[in-house]
């Protein structure tokens, strides 16, 4: 990590807590801060995935505060159910598409981003940009979403038709688990989104993190939440 940059991580300590917390700040901090959600942990998800770590170096490089955090029965968060393995857990989430117990990890996450800075952001990958998306919609906010590789033809994404905040959605080239829609279909879904590609990237992103990243401060810088480099 960059040296100007600090991490800590939380495990839940008050009753009221459930999940595990990683957040990066940089050394001058705005007020406003972002949120990041993670990808499935049925395959393998969780706070230090290469992708969302690669967003939040890049958020925190340009002065955002970040908060990740791993859902139920994950790291260092409470199990979901007494005796129920992460995997066990997780997999009867992907097969009953039960999202509710996600969407608390992430209203959890909003509230205790609160204590730190003003939630300004939210973003996830895969399986993260629905449970971003579904936060949104939950709590009614109509903060910038930065929605990476999202499983449109998995899950539901229609609410994201009539978000009146912005939304860049980042897809990969070459992905096989969740092919990127035809353009022009995309628009007809989404006509207020803004749309990054990145050709060569499959699903995992490896090795064009750091593209994802820029795709991501870009947007920022669109929408005027940074200022454009000189």
């Not at 393998?44 to 995935?49: A, I």
């Not at 829609?181 to 207020?192: D, I, K, T, V, Y």
Request: aromatic share 6%; hydrophobic share 45%; proline share 8%.
């Amino acid at each position: 990590m960059d040296l100007s940059l600090h991490e800590t991580r939380h495990l839940p300590a008050r009753p009221d807590e459930r999940i595990e917390i990683a957040c990066t700040f940089p050394e001058a901090a705005r007020g406003d801060g972002a949120i990041l959600c993670p990808p499935q942990p049925h395959l393998g998800g969780d706070l230090d995935n290469n992708v969302l770590r690669a967003l939040a170096r890049a958020l925190a490089g340009a002065g955002f505060p970040v908060l990740r955090f791993n859902y139920r029965s994950v790291g260092g968060s409470r199990a979901a159910l007494p005796g129920v393995q992460r995997w066990e857990y997780w997999r009867g989430v992907t097969e009953r598409g039960e999202h509710e117990g996600a969407l608390a990890d992430a209203v959890e996450a909003h509230a205790r981003a609160a204590r730190l800075f003003v939630p300004a952001l939210l973003g996830g990958y895969s399986y993260g940009a629905f449970v971003a998306l579904c936060l949104a919609e939950r709590l009614g906010l109509d903060l910038p979403l930065v929605l990476v590789a999202p499983p449109l033809g998995r899950l539901d994404f229609a609410p994201l038709s009539a978000r009146k905040g912005p939304c860049l959605i980042v897809l990969a080239g070459e992905d096989a688990l969740d092919p990127a829609p035809a353009q022009g279909e995309l628009a007809r879904l989404f006509p207020g989104a803004h749309v990054a590609v990145l050709e060569r990237a499959d699903h995992f992103f490896l090795g064009c993190e750091d593209a994802c990243a820029a795709a991501a401060l870009d947007f920022l810088r669109e929408i005027g939440c940074l200022e454009r480099p000189p």
